[in-house]
């Protein structure tokens, strides 16, 4: 069982780009997700979270700019960052809790990272 991220990369400052994180593995379901990111020397931030029903919530720096989105069919949620800005600069994280069959075949529910993917705004 893993998350996946991608879509990171190097955009200037009122460009966009999308972020994607895939859950795979024995996957039964998929409650909450959500996206972080981290600069050096600076705390994890939480961005945005959705649940399976789709109620999102966002930190205010990036409310109407960034929209969280999942597919249920696809073990998916994404990230639509627009209108960046350099202060987004930093690496991102997906996050979700995950139940699973584990070996044993017994439903265990976890909380997951995903590896991290750079998003650089350049000025």
């Known amino acids: 069982v893993q998350l996946q991220a991608s879509g990171g990369g190097l955009v200037q400052a009122g460009g966009s780009l999308r972020l994607s994180c895939a859950a795979s593995g024995s996957i039964f379901s998929i409650n909450r997700m959500g996206w972080y990111r981290q600069t050096p020397g600076k705390q994890r931030e939480l961005v945005a979270t959705?649940?399976?029903?789709?109620?999102?919530d966002y930190v205010d720096s990036v409310k109407g700019r960034f929209t969280i989105s999942r597919d249920n069919a696809k073990n998916t949620v994404y990230l639509q960052m627009n209108s960046l800005e350099p202060e987004d600069t930093a690496v991102y994280y997906c996050n979700a809790d995950l139940t699973y069959y584990s070996n044993n075949r017994r439903l265990t529910t976890e909380n997951y990272w995903g590896q991290g993917t750079q998003v650089t705004v350049s000025s």
């Open positions: 959705i649940t399976r029903g789709g109620s999102t």
